[in-house]
């Protein structure tokens, strides 16, 4: 019954998504589905539960603020000065402005915790001018959908802190094993434009004409609005003034009084960024609605439980064990968000990962890699889902986009297994 359902919602999912549905009301779809079909759970009571839980988190409120801060970026001349401030730097490295998006992602997931939060601020400011300054849209797309990933690694990291409660480690030590992969996946995502640049000269725009060390300097007064902008956020965060929440509200806040110095806040400009940034917030809340009521119906059907106990069933090595576990996480990461998978997963999980000597600090970084797979793999790769909603470009081109970098997510899981101490060095060295 349980393999039977696994295919049936796997095959209905995919035919809903092909012919075009919308994507949280395929994934309401799907749901209602299994539990009509494959469960005895009352479907109205399962359904207005699990949405209003997904809807009613004060977590969520980041979302729609750091969206907005992006939206007010976007429209003053803020987000074309970032660019002007590190042109200067970058314009002789293969790639340059690409790099932007990578490296932007890298310190906004810090900020935020939050992959689509990341995703859906970046892209509003970068894909515009990237486009209009002749780089790769496809490339452009790639990194976004990567690098917004980040969120989950980068502390503060709320799937790192619901796995620190669910097998009892230090959060502490989690966010700080989080660290060093994080820096690692930034150079690998960063080494990779490199080299794609270097082999496809056309598709990327001429160097820009040579500048002394002074002019650098004098160009990087462009970035003083943006630098102030994020230690602001960043700062009220770990001086302990202001949560992620309120964080998100202080970059509001300075947005608009940068906005207004800039002399590009008015009446239009305001009324404009607020509607953008609603229709862009609703877009996310509603995929995370249906997502939500996709995972509870899982749940009820007993499909993660049963195959993470057949799993356990096997007696594999470490290596073999961590492959199968590979596999099984990027399955149910195409229907669950990786809080989900972590819930769902850790209790049967954990005696098998102990019984096999794999350290818990290391094991939760590993997760939380292969989880950032799940959000740029199809079906349900949340951040693919974002950059559609924001750039109306078929769900399928963009998971192509994204295909190079998840093989280098990949990359990232081979390399913690082959050296553990990637993620465990740190801990380590800081907590002695």
């Known amino acids: 019954m349980i393999i039977t359902a696994a295919i049936v919602l796997t095959l209905l999912l995919f035919v809903l998504l092909a012919v075009g549905v919308w994507v949280p009301l395929a994934l309401i779809g799907t749901a209602t589905a299994g539990l009509l079909f494959f469960t005895d759970a009352p479907m109205g009571q399962v359904l207005a539960t699990s949405i209003w839980g997904a809807s009613a988190k004060w977590s969520l409120a980041a979302l729609p603020l750091f969206i907005w801060m992006g939206e007010i970026l976007l429209r003053s001349r803020i987000s074309s000065d970032l660019f002007t401030g590190i042109l200067p730097w970058v314009s002789r490295i293969p790639g340059r402005l690409i790099h932007i998006n990578i490296l932007g992602s890298g310190v906004f997931a810090a900020v935020s915790g939050s992959s689509a939060a990341t995703c859906a601020t970046i892209g509003k400011i970068s894909l515009p001018e990237l486009k209009a300054r002749g780089y790769s849209e496809s490339l452009a797309i790639g990194t976004l959908a990567a690098s917004g990933t980040l969120g989950l690694l980068l502390p503060p990291s709320v799937i790192l802190i619901?796995?620190?409660?669910?097998?009892?480690?230090?959060?502490?030590?989690?966010?700080?094993?989080?660290?060093?992969?994080?820096?690692?996946?930034?150079?690998?995502?960063?080494?990779?434009?490199?080299?794609?640049?270097?082999?496809?000269?056309?598709?990327?725009?001429?160097?820009?004409?040579?500048?002394?060390?002074?002019?650098?300097?004098?160009?990087?007064?462009?970035?003083?609005?943006?630098?102030?902008?994020?230690?602001?956020?960043?700062?009220?965060?770990?001086?302990?003034?202001?949560?992620?929440?309120?964080?998100?509200?202080?970059?509001?806040?300075?947005?608009?009084?940068?906005?207004?110095?800039?002399?590009?806040?008015?009446?239009?400009?305001?009324?404009?960024?607020?509607?953008?940034?609603?229709?862009?917030?609703?877009?996310?809340?509603?995929?995370?609605?249906?997502?939500?009521?996709?995972?509870?119906?899982?749940?009820f059907t007993g499909i993660p439980r049963a195959l993470a106990e057949w799993i356990g069933s096997l007696g594999l090595n470490v290596y073999m064990l961590l492959f199968a576990l590979t596999l099984f996480f990027m399955v149910l990461g195409c229907f669950l968000d990786g809080i989900s998978v972590v819930m769902l997963t850790t209790a049967v999980l954990l005696p098998i990962i102990e019984a096999a000597g794999i350290d818990l600090i290391w094991f939760g970084i590993y997760l939380v890699l292969v989880v950032e797979m799940s959000l740029i793999t199809p079906p349900v790769g949340f951040n693919l889902f974002v950059i559609q909603g924001m750039t109306g470009k078929n769900i399928f081109s963009i998971s192509a986009s994204a295909f190079p970098f998840f093989c280098l997510l990949m990359l990232g899981v081979v390399l913690l297994v082959l050296f553990p101490s990637i993620a465990t060095w740190l801990p380590i060295w800081m907590m002695n």
């Open 162 to 299: 619901v796995y620190g409660v669910a097998v009892e480690e230090s959060i502490t030590r989690l966010f700080i094993a989080g660290i060093l992969p994080g820096l690692m996946m930034i150079a690998i995502f960063m080494a990779y434009v490199a080299l794609w640049s270097l082999f496809n000269p056309k598709k990327t725009p001429p160097a820009e004409p040579k500048t002394s060390f002074t002019e650098k300097l004098s160009q990087t007064k462009y970035l003083i609005p943006v630098a102030f902008l994020m230690v602001a956020v960043i700062g009220s965060i770990y001086a302990g003034i202001a949560s992620p929440t309120d964080a998100a509200a202080v970059g509001v806040l300075f947005s608009l009084i940068l906005s207004w110095l800039y002399g590009s806040l008015n009446w239009r400009v305001f009324k404009e960024g607020i509607i953008s940034a609603t229709l862009t917030s609703c877009m996310i809340a509603f995929i995370l609605a249906g997502a939500a009521f996709l995972t509870t119906t899982m749940g």
